[in-house]
C-alpha cells in the first residue's frame, strides 16, 4: 500500500490499524474469505391458492391489441340507478364494478408473485375447494414441467433444481371437472367460451423459498347481471319470464408468459331465468346470471321481465309484479379482467302528493324493523297499510331500533337503511306543508294538543275515514298491490306511546323487550305483553303520529332540544268528513339523554318513508 500521500490526521489512523494484529491482512486479502453455499430450504415446489385477486386488475392482463383496453380498476363504485317507474312497482337499474362474491382476508407474503409482492393482509375473492387448475413450469422461455391441483389441497411439484428461479404460471377454468391443457405445444392456449378464467403468474427461487401462494386474476370481463327483490321485501317464488339480450359474447387465445388475450369474433347471447342462481343460497330475493367475454366494445343490454311472483316477509303475502311484462335497458363496456355489476332492483313505488308546490313522494306503508340481523334486510313496509300495533313500528326520535331511545349506537335515519341503501329517507318537516292546519308544541310528554281541538280548522287536502287521515295522490296504479286504498295516502291512527310511566321505564334501558316484551312483532294492545299494569299504547285509534328528520328547534330556551313531528286527531264526522285536525308538532328530546332530566321524554311514533330523491 502507499501511504506517502495521505495526510497527517490519516496517517494517525493507519498508524492504529497497523497497531491491530491481522487487521490490514485480514482486509487486503480475498483468499481467506471462504465462499457461502445456499443450501436448499425443501426437497420440493410447494403450491397453494389464496384466492382471487378483488381489486386492481394485474397489468399482466392485457389485451393484445393494445394497451388502450387496459386500465387499472378504480375503487368499487355503482352509478345512480335509473328508475323505471310501472303501475305496481319500480325498477331501479344501476351499473358497478363489484359483484356480490365471497370474500375472504389472505396472508399475503412479500414475494415475487404478481399482486401477491404486497405484502399483509388482502382483500381476495374465495376460491372454493377443488377447484382445478393448472401449474406450468418455465426456464425462461423453455416449457419445463406442469401439474394438475386442486384449490384447498396443498400442491407439490418435484424433480425440479432446488438452486434455480423458475417462472410459473397458473390457470384455471374456475371449475371441479373441466381443466386446462397441461402439456400445451406452445405458450398459447385456446380458452374456453363464456367461462371464468383465472390467470397468475410470477417467479419463484427454489433455494430460497420453494414455495408459491397464487393469487389469481380473471381474465375476462365478468358481467353479472342480477335481479333482486329485497327491495319489495320478498323471495321470488315463481318462475318468472325473463330475458336478457344484447350480450355480445367473445372468447380467445392467452398467451401464458405474457398473459396477452387475443379475442376473437363475437355472437350474441341471450339469458333466461334459468341462467340465474341464488347470490346467497339462503336467501331466494337476490338472482344473478354471469357472463365472460373477451370482447371490449360496448353493449346495449335489455332486460325484460313478466309475472314476478314474491312472497312478503311481512306475513307471507302473495304478491304478483309485471303482470303485463316491463323492459329495462342499460349500457356496459366490458374491460378486460374486470367486473361489471347490472343490479335490477325491484323496489317499492312511491305515492305522489304536490301541494303547496312542493312534491313528495311518500311509501305506501309505514317502516317497520324486520330484526333479521342481516343488514340488507332489517327494515321493511308492512305488506298491507292498515291500522296496527304491532312494536316493531314505533320509533323513537333520530333512531334505528324501534321500542327504545336512540343512543350513539343506534342512531340514524331507518328509512336510509330498507334496501337498497339510500333510495329512502324519513320526511322533513316542510314534506307535510298543505297536509296540516298548523304548528305547535305538544305541551308534555301525554301528548295533548294545544288549544281545543274543536276550534282548530281542519287540514287541508285531507279527508277522514273510519280509522284513518287520507290525503288525494297522483300515482299512476297500485290498487291492486294495496286493495280499496288505492293510490290514497292514508295514515292511519296507530297512536303513539307517550305513557310517562312507560317511557321513563324505556329510559332506564332495554326498550319495550327491557319491560317483558318477548318480540317486537307482537301487538302493544295486549297489556299483558307488559309487566307494568298500565297500557303502553294508550292513544291508539285517537290520532296517527309519525317522526320527521329534523331537529335544531329552539324550545324553552333549549337550543337545539326539540323534534318535528305530525299529528292527526279524528273528530266526529257530523261536523263534516273533510274537518281534520292535523299538526306539525314540536317536542322535547329525550330528556335523560339531551336534557339531563328523568322526566321529559321523546315519544315512540310510526314511520312514514319518503323518496330521498
Known amino acids: 500500500m502507499n501511504f506517502i500521500r495521505f495526510k497527517r490526521a490519516n496517517w494517525v489512523v493507519v498508524m492504529a490499524m497497523l497497531a491491530l494484529p491481522g487487521a490490514l491482512m485480514t482486509s487486503c486479502s480475498k483468499e481467506t474469505t471462504p465462499t457461502e453455499e445456499v443450501a436448499p430450504k425443501g426437497d420440493k415446489l410447494t403450491i397453494s391458492v389464496l384466492g382471487i385477486n378483488n381489486g386492481d386488475t394485474d397489468a399482466s392482463l392485457k389485451s393484445k391489441a393494445g394497451s388502450s383496453n387496459v386500465a387499472k380498476a378504480s375503487a368499487a363504485s355503482v352509478e345512480a340507478p335509473t328508475v323505471y317507474e310501472f303501475d305496481d312497482v319500480d325498477m331501479a337499474v344501476s351499473v358497478g364494478n363489484k359483484l ?30 377443488g377447484v382445478k387448475y393448472v401449474v406450468y413450469i418455465y426456464d425462461g422461455n423453455t416449457f419445463v414441467t406442469s401439474a394438475e391441483l386442486e384449490s384447498g389441497t396443498e400442491g407439490t411439484i418435484e ?82 319470464a325473463v330475458e336478457v339480450t344484447g350480450i355480445e359474447l367473445t372468447t380467445g387465445d392467452i398467451d401464458l408468459l ?58 307471507n303475502l302473495a304478491r304478483t309484479y309485471f303482470a303485463n311484462g316491463a323492459t329495462m335497458q342499460t349500457n356496459v363496456t366490458p374491460e378486460m379482467g374486470k367486473s361489471h355489476h347490472i343490479l335490477l332492483n325491484v323496489v317499492e313505488s312511491p305515492l ?162 327491557g319491560l317483558g316484551l318477548n318480540d317486537l312483532s307482537v301487538s302493544l294492545l295486549d297489556q299483558s305483553v307488559l309487566d307494568l299494569g298500565i297500557n303502553v299504547l294508550d292513544s291508539y285509534g285517537d290520532l296517527t303520529a309519525l317522526w320527521t328528520h329534523d331537529q335544531a328547534l329552539d324550545l324553552l330556551g333549549l337550543v337545539g332540544a326539540g323534534t318535528w313531528g305530525y299529528i292527526a286527531i279524528p273528530v266526529d264526522p257530523l261536523i263534516g268528513s273533510n274537518y281534520v285536525p292535523a299538526r306539525k308538532t314540536a317536542e322535547l328530546l329525550n330528556g335523560v339523554s339531551a336534557l339531563g332530566v328523568d322526566l321529559l321524554s321523546t315519544t315512540l311514533k310510526n314511520v312514514r318513508c319518503v323518496r330521498a330523491n
Open 100 to 129: 356480490p362474491v365471497k370474500e375472504t382476508n389472505v396472508a399475503v407474503r412479500r414475494m415475487k408473485n404478481g399482486l401477491a409482492a404486497n405484502a399483509g393482509l388482502k382483500m381476495a375473492e374465495e376460491v372454493a375447494a
Open 352 to 513: 305522489t302528493t304536490t301541494y303547496g308546490g312542493r312534491t313528495v313522494r311518500w311509501g305506501r306503508s309505514n317502516l317497520y324493523y324486520r330484526n333479521t340481523g342481516d343488514a340488507l334486510r332489517n327494515y321493511a313496509f308492512y305488506a298491507t297499510n292498515g291500522q296496527s300495533a304491532r312494536a316493531d313500528g314505533y320509533f323513537g326520535f333520530g333512531g334505528t331500533v324501534p321500542g327504545t331511545f336512540a343512543t350513539s349506537a343506534t342512531e340514524g335515519d331507518p328509512c336510509a337503511l330498507v334496501y337498497p341503501a339510500g333510495l329512502w329517507k324519513q320526511p322533513a318537516n316542510e314534506d307535510f306543508n298543505n297536509m296540516i292546519n298548523s304548528s305547535g308544541t305538544l305541551t308534555n310528554v301525554l301528548g295533548s294538543l294545544l288549544g281545543a281541538v274543536i276550534q282548530l280548522p281542519g287540514a287541508p287536502n285531507a279527508t277522514l275515514g273510519s280509522n284513518y287521515i287520507q290525503y288525494t295522490s297522483t300515482s299512476p296504479g297500485g290498487a291492486d298491490v294495496f286493495g280499496d286504498e288505492g293510490n290514497n295516502l292514508r295514515f292511519y291512527f296507530n297512536g303513539h306511546i307517550n305513557n310517562v310511566a312507560a317511557l321513563t321505564q324505556l329510559g332506564n334501558g332495554g326498550g319495550l323487550l
Open 159 to 240: 424433480g425440479l433444481d432446488l438452486t434455480k428461479s423458475y417462472t410459473w404460471v397458473a390457470l384455471s377454468y374456475s371449475s371441479d371437472v373441466e381443466v386446462p391443457e397441461t402439456t400445451p405445444t406452445s405458450s398459447e392456449i385456446a380458452l374456453p367460451e363464456n367461462t371464468d378464467v383465472l390467470y397468475a403468474s410470477g417467479t419463484v427461487d427454489l433455494a430460497t423459498d420453494p414455495t408459491i401462494g397464487i393469487m389469481f386474476d380473471h381474465v375476462f370481463s365478468r358481467i353479472g347481471v342480477e335481479l333482486n327483490t329485497i327491495g319489495v321485501f320478498g323471495e321470488i317464488t315463481g318462475t318468472p
Open 258 to 315: 405474457t398473459g396477452e388475450v387475443t379475442a376473437g369474433s363475437g355472437s350474441p347471447l341471450t339469458l333466461t331465468y334459468a341462467d340465474f342462481e341464488n347470490v346467497d343460497p339462503a336467501y331466494d330475493d337476490a338472482k344473478i346470471a354471469y357472463v365472460y367475454t373477451a370482447g371490449t366494445a360496448q353493449q346495449t343490454i335489455d332486460v325484460s321481465v313478466q309475472g314476478l311472483d314474491i312472497s312478503h316477509a311481512d306475513g
